[in-house]
């Protein structure tokens, strides 16, 4: 077991119960003085005992399940603690060993005992208590904070996945242009800045952005693709009022490029939609459809975009999200709904 409580925390609960304790029993017998040295013998006890048993005895008996050689050890430390606190207390203070029960005990009487083993009991537990409910509270908060640590690097290798893989089929699709020397090239060099523009500054370490920037985005991306597929359509249609909708950055990216990789081949008509909308103020329903030429060989979608699109999903949002794609009339449909998250 780790000292996880800072010192000074220590020296402020066992110095206001000290004062607590010489104040209480200073003003039942009016003896305050009595009350002073009673208790500096007392606390010099408690002390040492409350962190031999937390720092010694329970991480080797209890934390192993040795409960019988804990309960032995524990009863000598008590003894040890009795032997201790009946002897200076007659040779220091009085021979009255007890005052405070009002009637005299005798040393080594099994109620004395018994008395004197109960009150260090209660301590020990009163102590041990309070040390261990801030032990746990400080370990919870530092596992909240790993796993938000843990969260984030997930998030971001994700993220990282997602934009080199992006950028390298954008190179290629402008490498094509340029082989055949097309005056398209310094407008997909411009667009293309401004993707990298919005993934290198405007997301960084962001949680969540703005849809209305996540769908200029979007539109940055197909401009240059329809430099690609001249003959491509595509609409994105928005049915409610997207101002204060927030996403996760990149999202959506990934499935529209499949949109165009998989729905491009071998269709010359290519026709992607995209619906936006916001449902009851609370989710966000988001679908991107594009047709294609069914062929033998045609696979359903499950590449690098759709695997993390879904880890990103369930870091972020754990099960409360909808993820589905289908295929109808020769359309390839995915469909994303989302909680719309309530960030100022």
Request: net charge negative; charged share 15%.
């Given at each position: 077991m780790k000292f996880e409580i800072k010192l000074q925390?220590?020296?402020?609960?066992?110095?206001?119960?000290?004062?607590?304790?010489?104040?209480?029993?200073?003003?039942?017998?009016?003896d305050y003085q009595y009350s002073f040295k009673s208790n500096l013998i007392e606390f010099a006890l408690h002390i040492p005992l409350v962190y031999f048993n937390l720092f010694v005895l329970v991480p080797r008996y209890v934390l192993k399940s040795h409960y019988i050689k804990y309960a032995m050890a524990l009863l000598l430390s008590l003894f040890a603690i009795y032997l201790l606190k009946t002897g200076l207390t007659y040779f220091i203070i009085s021979e009255n060993i007890w005052p405070e029960a009002n009637r005299?005990?005798?040393?080594?009487?099994?109620?004395?005992?018994?008395?004197?083993?109960?009150?260090?009991?209660?301590v020990l537990a009163m102590a041990s208590s309070v040390y261990l409910t801030l032990t746990w509270l400080k370990e919870r908060d530092r596992n909240r904070a790993l796993r938000e640590e843990q969260f984030k690097i997930k998030l971001k290798y994700l993220k990282t996945q997602i934009q080199p893989h992006f950028f390298f089929n954008t190179l290629n699709n402008l490498y094509a242009l340029s082989l055949e020397s097309s005056n398209k090239v310094p407008d997909v060099i411009i667009k293309l800045s401004k993707l990298m523009e919005y993934v290198l500054y405007d997301i960084e370490g962001t949680k969540f952005v703005p849809l209305i920037k996540e769908i200029d985005y979007l539109q940055n991306y197909i401009e240059i693709e329809k430099l690609?597929?001249?003959?491509?359509?595509?609409?994105?249609?928005?049915?409610?009022?997207?101002?204060?909708v927030k996403v996760p950055p990149l999202l959506f990216i990934s499935l529209l490029e499949n949109a165009f990789k998989h729905g491009g081949a071998n269709n010359e008509n290519l026709k992607i939609k995209i619906n936006c909308k916001v449902i009851d103020g609370t989710i966000l329903n988001f679908e991107i459809l594009n047709n294609f030429v069914l062929s033998p060989d045609f696979k359903t979608k499950k590449g690098i975009g759709l695997t993390n699109t879904k880890k990103r999903l369930k870091l972020i949002f754990n099960n409360d999200y909808t993820l589905e794609h289908k295929i109808k009339f020769n359309y390839y449909i995915i469909r994303i709904q989302i909680p719309i998250p309530n960030e100022d």
């Open positions: 925390n220590h020296i402020w609960f066992w110095g206001v119960y000290f004062l607590l304790n010489f104040l209480r029993w200073g003003a039942y017998f009016n005299e005990y005798r040393p080594f009487e099994t109620n004395h005992i018994v008395a004197v083993c109960i009150g260090e009991l209660y690609r597929f001249e003959n491509a359509t595509v609409n994105i249609n928005i049915e409610s009022n997207i101002d204060t």
